[in-house]
């Protein structure tokens, strides 16, 4: 239940963003859930079940779902590297540094991507034994969905990544507090 309701708020905020799909964005008038997305995750979820189901173990699936998800965070956490690299490194923040800290800025991330880049490799080869080899093809795929959605918000101007305007800061509403009011 929780990943349904994580999920479908998830799908929910990105829609209303711009980013998601309208349709599935509409609320329940008298639950205030978003039905439609709540409908669609339990229709995927009971499809995935009854055919794993039906095809492997239990232990299976959980070490399947554990190695999807790795490879998933192995991703994020390079690109998270790489985004650090290159905002480090930005004439900005460059400004008023010692040399010791552009080092770390350099050579850190460098690091980072480096040993996930190792981890993600001895995760795939040698290819492991079915269901565990399509791991990386659906890691793959779901990131090419994951970057068009992104290039098709960036092009339609609903995102600006390259803006200094975080919305979570700029909205003192939504900007996270970290002890007692001053």
């Not at 800290?101 to 040698?126: E, T």
Request: proline share 8%; aromatic share 10%; glycine share 10%.
């Amino acid at each position: 239940m929780g990943i349904v309701t994580l999920s479908s708020r998830i799908f929910y905020d990105m829609g209303r963003g711009g980013v998601g799909v309208p349709w599935l964005v509409k609320l329940h008038p008298r639950f205030n859930a978003p039905t439609r997305l709540v409908i669609m995750i339990c229709t995927v979820a009971l499809v995935t079940g009854v055919l794993v189901g039906e095809t492997t173990t239990p232990a299976t699936v959980v070490g399947f779902i554990g190695s999807t998800t790795t490879l998933g965070l192995i991703l994020v956490y390079f690109a998270i590297a790489l985004a650090g690299l290159r905002n480090f490194n930005s004439s900005q923040s460059r400004a008023g540094q010692n040399p010791l800290s552009l080092v770390a800025y350099i050579v850190l991330p460098i690091i980072a991507m480096g040993l996930l880049g190792y981890a993600f490799y001895s995760s795939v080869i040698p290819v492991p034994a079915f269901p565990y080899n399509l791991a990386p093809y659906i890691v793959v795929v779901f990131a090419l969905i994951g970057l068009t959605i992104y290039w098709r918000a960036r092009h339609r101007g609903v995102i600006d990544p390259l803006s200094s305007d975080d919305q979570l800061i700029a909205d003192p509403e939504l900007r996270p507090t970290y002890g007692p009011a001053a």
